[in-house]
Structure formats: C-alpha cells, structure tokens
C-alpha cells in the first residue's frame, strides 16, 4: 500500500501566507509614501513667534469711538414772579446777554398778594408789642413822676401832723383817738408807697421783656422783609417813591435768557410762582451722550474728542469727558445697559443753543 507525505503541503502554504503578508505591507508603505507629502529636513518655528509677539510687545492701537448727543447748558436758573399779579412790561427776550441785577420784567400784585405783602411790612405781632411797650412806658411814667412823689408828700404832710399831735398830747392838749387815727393813716400811706415801688419794679421787669420781645419780632420782620424785597426785587423803604403794588423780575445771573413762558405777556394776569423764564449762563455748555456698557468701559474721565453739530457742520468743536456715571439709564436686567456720559465743550460761540443734536468722537487706546 502506498504512504501519503502531508507535513509538505501544510509548510507550503504557510510560506505562501507569509510571502503574500510580506507583499501587502511593501503595497502599505509604498502608498503612504505616496499620498502624504514630505516633510521639510528643516523646521523654522519663526513664524509662530512671529504671530504671537505683536499681541505681547508690539504698540497700542487707537480706535474712535461714535456717539450721537445734544447740547445743553451747564446749569440753569429758573426766574419765578414772587406773587401773582398783571405784567406790565418786558425788557427782556429769548436769547438776550443779562448781566445780574438787569431789570427783566416788571408786573402789579394782584389784592390777594398785596394783602399778604402788608401783613408782611405791618405784622400784627410787632404793632401789639409796640402798642404794649408804649403803654407800659406810659404807666411806668405816671407811678414814678405822679403818684409815688405825691404818697410820698402826703407821707411827710402826715408824719408833721402826727408830730404835732403827740407834742400836744404830752400836753394834754390833744386826745389819745386822734393820734391814733393819725398813725393809722400814716401806716396806709407807707403801705400804699411800699404798694406803688412794687409795681414800678413790676412794671420795669415787664418792660425789659416787651424789649426783648419786640426786638426778636423786629429781627424776624427783618428777615422776612428780606425774603420780601428778594421776592419782588424792589426796596420798601418809606422814603421809596415806587408804589408797594409794584414788583419786578431781575436777572439772578450774568448769562442768556434761553426760554420765555409763552403765557408771560404784557397784561397777562398770572398766579404766585409762575415759572416767567429761565437764565443759563453762556461761558460753559456739555454734551450729553448715551454709550453702550461695551463701549463705556474704554472711556475715562479726561479723554478728549471732537463734536460736530448737525446744524453746524462748518465747524469741529473740542470737548473733554467730564462725567462719567456709575448708574445705567435703563437698569432692567432684558435689555443692555447704557449709560449717559457728559462732555465739556471747549472754543464756545454765540451760535450754540441749548439741545443742538450732535456726534462726539472719542479717541480711546485699545
């Protein structure tokens, strides 16, 4: 019988399989060779380097910043009329230069307020302390030069008398009732002289205090004669020829009238307080401006910028950051806050009025 070799075919294929797995792995290499680029013997990290270090060294960069505000008067002074009354005349308009103490306007107190104002320049409590203090002075007068010099002559008239009558008692010539009588009616002279020097002290004691009384009513009538001629802007004197029904309007400040009541005419018949006009002064004016809370935190006080009106446009005027506030306009936690800052203007002119719109460059460093 014929014998079969199998340990030949089974090392047959299995140098087959490692032949063919040698044969994939060269493929393998040979098209990763291919497909993939490569790389430079040399690496240079220079350009990294180069991309970082302008961030880290290199110089601050400006940018402008844009916003948009209108102008307004750096404070104002209102002019009220001190009491209600009809308006005489008006010296004064919109856009006038005042300097202080410049007559505005002058008007008649009403009755109601002409009333008040002689309640103000007679006030009852002063003309009763008057009245008092003269009264007082007057019976003080009468105790001192009248009735206590004639008690006290008709003490002494009495003392002689009853002298005499003892000397003629001791002569038995008088009678012991009428000396007694006559003591007795000296006794009631002294009791009513020792009377009227109590009420001279008493009536000097009440004098001092109706001074005293009357000189803090003065010093109060003072003040609120005062507050009086500030009011009507106009001097009570007695001496004085203008009538007390008439009052005026003055400028509080050296400025420009900005606004007049369009009710504040001549014959107009207006109430006590009527707000007549308003006075700014003209050597100072800001810009209000609303700004993102994105763009307010790169600005800071001192920083400078340009404004151009939109009614201006020929001109560019200097401005520097003031105000800057720590409270947004609009707190509400849906919507972004803004804030509004406030810029001083610079190289004014007499072309400038209040609440010109405007754009403010600010120049800030990133």
Not at 127 to 151: D, G
Request: aromatic share 6%; charged share 30%.
């Amino acid at each position: 019988m014929r014998r079969f070799d199998t340990e030949k075919p089974f090392l047959r294929t299995k140098a087959c399989g490692a032949i063919l797995a040698a044969f994939i792995a060269i493929c393998s290499l040979i098209l990763v060779a291919i497909t993939h680029e490569p790389k430079s013997a040399v690496s240079s990290p220079s350009p990294a380097s180069a991309a970082i270090v302008p961030q880290i060294a290199g110089p601050k960069s400006e940018a402008e910043i844009l916003l948009r505000g209108k102008s307004f008067s750096i404070y104002k002074r209102h002019v009220p009329m001190g009491y209600g009354g009809e308006v005489g005349a008006i010296t004064a308009n919109e856009g006038q230069e005042v300097k202080e103490g410049d007559l505005l306007a002058e008007y008649v107190m009403d009755r109601p307020s002409m009333m008040q104002v002689r309640n103000l320049l007679y006030p009852e409590a002063v003309l009763s302390l008057q009245q008092r203090l003269f009264s007082e002075e007057q019976n003080l007068e009468k105790l001192v030069n009248a009735r206590l010099p004639i008690k006290e002559i008709e003490l002494q008239r009495n003392k002689k008398e009853l002298q005499d009558l003892r000397e003629l008692q001791g002569k038995q010539m008088a009678a012991a009732d009428a000396v007694k009588n006559k003591e007795q009616q000296v006794e009631a002279i002294q009791k009513e002289i020792f009377e009227i020097k109590e009420s001279i002290k008493e009536t000097k004691s009440s004098i001092d205090k109706t001074r005293n009384d009357l000189a803090h009513q003065k010093e109060r009538q003072k003040k609120t004669l005062d507050l009086l001629e500030w009011d009507t802007q106009r001097s009570y004197d007695e001496k004085s020829p203008i009538p007390k029904e008439k009052a005026f309007l003055k400028a509080p400040i050296v400025g420009q009238v900005i606004w007049v009541s369009p009710d504040f005419r001549v014959g107009a018949k207006l109430p006590t307080g009527f707000h007549a006009m308003t006075i700014a002064p003209t050597s100072s004016m800001v810009v209000r401006c609303k700004v993102h809370e994105l763009d307010l935190v790169k600005i800071e006080p001192g920083l400078r910028g340009t404004v151009t009106f939109d009614a201006l446009p020929d001109k560019k005027y200097r401005a520097k950051v003031t105000r800057i506030p720590w409270v947004s306009r609009n707190p509400a936690l849906e919507v972004p806050a803004d804030y509004e800052i406030e810029c001083a203007l610079e190289d004014l002119d007499h072309r400038l009025k209040e609440g010109m719109t405007c754009n403010v460059k600010v120049t800030v460093t990133q």
